[in-house]
């Protein structure tokens, strides 16, 4: 199985700020690669596909890049609504794993 | 607009059969992998396996032994069926429509295993 690896698992931040997570993986996926943004509660909601495509309806403050094993979602002005825990995701292979999860919280 | 619905038994005792459907409406079983992942309470998201509309089945190997998902074309629906089960099973499973990435969720089931 292709390990998921994300850091920070949690990190603090005020609107307004830049966010960064990173998230790497135990071997070479290309660009198979999706993030996702979970609020408690709900379903899991899909921002980026393709390590950098934006999914339609995401606001463009979402940002991805990445390939081969390093990828990075950034956030460039974070809004309230946007304090939630983002998961990635690796699409090379079956099993599909996902990284561990990163909780962004309000400072 | 293509929607899906779950449904299942939320309660299970250990040692019985978790059983759940997912319902697509508003588009067809063609075309995609259909999916279950779980996610314990408070945990991460786990990838239980797909199917596609021919019945091609991809399990994770941690689960294989245990789940069968299978597909019902005449009700664009398919379901999950994990035997066995565990208090380490109790989890909020979804459907989700794939192959590569994952833009349409079910809501959530919560199945919890308890005596």
């Known amino acids: 199985d292709i390990q998921m690896t994300q850091s920070p698992s949690s990190l603090s931040a005020s609107v307004g700020d830049r966010v960064t997570i990173t998230c790497r993986a135990s071997q070479d996926i290309s660009t198979y690669l999706n993030w996702y943004q979970q609020t408690p509660g709900k379903a899991p909601k899909l921002l980026i596909y393709a390590a950098s495509r934006l999914q339609s309806g995401v606001p463009s403050r979402f940002s991805g890049s990445g390939s081969g094993t390093d990828f990075t979602l950034t956030i460039s002005s974070l809004q309230p609504e946007d304090f939630a825990t983002y998961y990635c995701?690796?699409?090379?292979?079956?099993?599909?794993?996902f990284g561990q999860g990163t909780k962004v919280e309000i400072k | 607009q293509v929607q899906v619905k779950q449904w299942g038994a939320g309660l299970l005792k250990p040692s019985e059969t978790l059983s759940l459907t997912c319902a697509v409406y508003g588009g067809s079983l063609s075309g995609y992998h259909w999916s279950w992942i779980r996610q314990p309470p408070g945990k991460g998201l786990e990838w239980i396996g797909e199917i596609n509309h021919s019945g091609t089945t991809n399990y994770n190997p941690s689960l294989k032994s245990r789940v069968t998902i299978s597909v019902d074309t005449s009700k664009n629906q398919f379901s999950l069926r994990l035997n066995s089960v565990t208090a380490a099973d109790t989890a909020v499973y979804y459907c989700?429509?794939?192959?590569?990435?994952?833009?349409?969720w079910g809501q959530g089931t919560l199945v919890t295993v308890s005596p």
């Open positions: 995701q690796q699409s090379y292979s079956t099993p599909r794993t």
């Open positions: 989700a429509r794939g192959p590569y990435n994952y833009g349409l």
